[in-house]
T-cell receptor, first 116, second 113 residues
C-alpha cells in the first residue's frame, strides 16, 4: 500500500483565493511526523509545515495551515490568499518512528497553478 | 549555518560510464538521504545513511550505491549508466527525531546521452 497518497496531480486556483491540497497517509506507527514541501520550477525543495502525530492542534505557518484529521489519516495543506509565487509542486511526506524512524515517504506531488 | 551543498550541479555522461555525486550535509546532521526525481516517476528514495551506515534503502538496482564519511559527507555512485538514469538527484540531511524535517540540497542534474 502507498504510504502517502496525493490524489490531485494538478490544481488551479485564482490569485487571492484559498486552496486545499489533499494528502492521506498510511501507517500503524503511533509516532510519526507529517511534512509539506514546496518545489518551484527551480528545483529546490522548501520545507513548509510540520504536524506531529501527537499534536493536538493543527499546525499553522503564516499562510499555510495543515488540516490534520488523525482518524481519517489525512493531512491536507491549506494555502490561504494564494499568490502567483505559490505556483509550484507540493509534496506531502511522512516520517515514521520505530525501526525505520528516519525514513521519509513522499507522495507523488500536486502541481499548483495560481492564475492572476 | 550553511545549507546542504551538492556537487556538481550539472553533469552530462555517456551510457556505460559511471558517475559520483557528492553531498555535504548541514553541520551536525548525521542523516543523509538521496532521492532520484524524474518527471515520470516523481521523487524516488534511493538510500539513507546515518553515522556512516546505510540505514534504509529504496528499490534501485545495485548499480546505485553510496557511502558516508566520518564527517557525514556522502557520495552516491551510479555505474554503467543508462539513459533512464537521467534525472535530478537530490540529497537531504536531517537531525534524527521524528519531528525533524529534511533539508534539501539544490540537486545534481544528470543527463545521460
Amino acid at each position: 500500500a502507498q504510504k502517502i497518497t496525493q490524489t490531485q496531480p494538478g490544481m488551479f486556483v485564482q490569485e487571492k483565493e484559498a486552496v486545499t491540497l489533499d494528502c492521506t497517509y498510511d501507517t500503524s506507527d503511533p509516532s510519526y511526523g507529517l511534512f509539506w514541501y514546496k518545489q518551484p520550477s527551480s528545483g529546490e525543495m522548501i520545507f513548509l509545515i510540520y504536524q506531529g502525530s501527537y499534536d493536538q492542534q493543527n499546525a499553522t505557518e503564516g499562510r499555510y495551515s495543515l488540516n490534520f484529521q488523525k482518524a481519517r489519516k489525512s493531512a491536507n495543506l491549506v494555502i490561504s490568499a494564494s499568490q502567483l509565487g505559490d505556483s509550484a509542486m507540493y509534496f506531502c511526506a511522512m516520517r515514521e518512528g520505530g525501526y525505520n524512524f528516519n525514513k521519509f515517504y513522499f507522495g507523488s506531488g500536486t502541481k499548483l497553478n495560481v492564475k492572476p | 549555518k550553511a545549507g546542504v551543498t551538492q556537487t556538481p550541479r550539472y553533469l552530462i555522461k555517456t551510457r556505460g560510464q559511471q558517475v559520483t555525486l557528492s553531498c555535504s550535509p548541514i553541520s551536525g546532521h548525521r542523516s543523509v538521504s538521496w532521492y532520484q526525481q524524474t518527471p515520470g516517476q516523481g521523487l524516488q528514495f534511493l538510500f539513507e545513511y546515518f553515522s556512516e551506515t546505510q540505514r534504509n534503502k529504496g528499490n534501485f538496482p545495485g548499480r546505485f550505491s553510496g557511502r558516508q564519511f566520518s564527517n557525514s559527507r556522502s557520495e552516491m555512485n551510479v555505474s554503467t549508466l543508462e539513459l533512464g538514469d537521467s534525472a535530478l538527484y537530490l540529497c537531504a540531511s536531517s537531525l534524527n527525531r521524528v519531528r525533524d524535517e529534511q533539508y534539501f540540497g539544490p540537486g545534481t542534474r544528470l543527463t545521460v546521452t
